[in-house]
């Protein structure tokens, strides 16, 4: 499984969709301005989808919105990228790039999300969000 996959599988689990908004993208596209207003609750894990067709996951947490998204929409490319708050870039920094591409690796997929996705492509929430996390650090 690569990244894409990951992505797809955690996206079809993920009930709760959220309208995509087109002043999240930086012009470049990147989904910088997610990560301040898209008003996601501490600990939900939400998905969208761009105007394009590329497939979006946000997790909110107290330090803004943590974004995975498909770097592109073609078919054979699976990069996927990442936006979020830099107190939670620079806690899971070494967890987030690939060692096989340029992107996020698939660990990073899963661990932030709290979701399992096996080879087979079953999904399944396994273990508390990134924003459950962090919430538990303050109660």
């Known amino acids: 499984m690569n990244a894409k996959?990951?992505?797809n599988a955690i996206y079809n689990v993920v009930h709760v969709e959220i309208k995509y908004n087109p002043e999240w993208e930086n012009g470049a596209g990147y989904l910088d301005y997610a990560v301040i207003n898209t008003g996601i609750n501490v600990g939900l894990v939400a998905k969208s989808i761009t105007a394009q067709g590329r497939?979006?996951?946000m997790i909110g947490t107290r330090f803004g919105t943590v974004v995975?998204?498909?770097r592109y929409i073609e078919k054979d490319n699976?990069?996927?990228v990442q936006n979020m708050p830099d107190k939670i870039k620079k806690l899971y920094s070494g967890l987030l790039l690939s060692?096989?591409?340029?992107?996020?690796?698939?660990?990073a997929l899963m661990t932030l999300t709290g979701y399992v996705v096996h080879s087979d492509g079953t999904c399944y929430m396994?273990?508390?969000n990134?924003?459950?996390?962090?919430?538990?650090?303050?109660?």
Request: no cysteine; charged share 20%.
């Open 55 to 57: 497939k979006i996951l």
């Open 68 to 70: 995975f998204f498909e």
């Open 5 to 7: 996959q990951t992505l």
């Open 130 to 139: 990134i924003g459950e996390l962090i919430e538990d650090l303050f109660n």
């Open 99 to 107: 060692s096989v591409q340029f992107g996020v690796s698939i660990e």
């Open 126 to 128: 396994s273990s508390k």
């Open 78 to 80: 699976n990069i996927v």
